[in-house]
T-cell receptor, first 117, second 114 residues
Framework: GAVVSQHPSWVICKSGTSVKIECRSLDFQATTMFWYRQFPKQSLMLMATSNEGSKATYEQGVEKDKFLINHASLTLSTLTVTSAHPEDSSFYIC?????????????FGPGTRLTVL | GNSVTQMEGPVTLSEEAFLTINCTYTATGYPSLFWYVQYPGEGLQLLLKATKADDKGSNKGFEATYRKETTSFHLEKGSVQVSDSAVYFCALSDLYGNDYKLSFGAGTTVTVRA
């Protein structure tokens, strides 16, 4: 199956700093990638849809200036958490979508654990 | 809006036991339904799916049937193995505006003991 990687797998940062998380589709091209956030023992919450070459579409309640998304190529999307605060600590998961005719499936990365001190 | 409710865990079973994880959904349209599995340290993987009412998805001994009348998609496996220990997520995909998006349940942690 298609492989999606995330880097880093975990990161600890100080409050007020910015953190960039990369999501790569390793063996396929993805015009659409998704960013999710997962709190302990809770479901994945969609944060935004990232479209190659255009602006991301953010879900209601997600601050676009806080969570900057860039999808500059068909294999890479980045999420930058700007001026991070402890409440931004979470597990961030990306996925990349493969679409071919009526076939439509998302492949998920392993996630990035962010801890803000 | 759309939502998915699945059985709370954790669930602990002995090897060869029968596993059921309940999942019900609320949707305004005609969603596709999925079960994803997340093994420790790995990303979510699609386990099985069903795209219309009465469809049965199956994979690796797991099965789930799309029941429109009860809005359910319960996951079952007749004889679990230690290697089935993982977190299982029920999800639905529906059209929001011009795009399909996934909505997930909270996940159920399953531990199988030898």
């Amino acid at each position: 199956g298609a492989v999606v990687s995330q880097h880093p797998s975990w990161v600890i940062c100080k409050s007020g700093t910015s953190v960039k998380i990369e999501c790569r589709s390793l063996d396929f091209q993805a015009t659409t990638m998704f960013w999710y956030r997962q709190f302990p023992k809770q479901s994945l919450m969609l944060m935004a849809t990232s479209n190659e070459g255009s602006k991301a579409t953010y879900e209601q309640g997600v601050e676009k200036d806080k969570f900057l998304i860039n999808h500059a190529s068909l294999t890479l999307s980045t999420l930058t958490v700007t001026s991070a605060h402890p409440e931004d600590s979470s597990f961030y998961i990306c996925s990349a979508r493969v679409t071919s005719g009526t076939y439509n499936e998302q492949f998920f990365g392993p996630g990035t654990r962010l801890t803000v001190l | 809006g759309n939502s998915v409710t699945q059985m709370e865990g954790p669930v602990t079973l002995s090897e060869e036991a029968f596993l059921t994880i309940n999942c019900t959904y609320t949707a305004t349209g005609y969603p596709s339904l999925f079960w994803y599995v997340q093994y420790p340290g790995e990303g979510l993987q699609l386990l099985l799916k069903a795209t219309k009412a009465d469809d049965k998805g199956s994979n690796k001994g797991f099965e789930a049937t799309y029941r429109k009348e009860t809005t359910s998609f319960h996951l079952e496996k007749g004889s679990v193995q230690v290697s089935d220990s993982a977190v299982y997520f029920c999800a639905l995909s529906d059209l929001y505006g011009n795009d399909y998006k996934l909505s997930f349940g909270a996940g159920t942690t399953v531990t199988v003991r030898a």
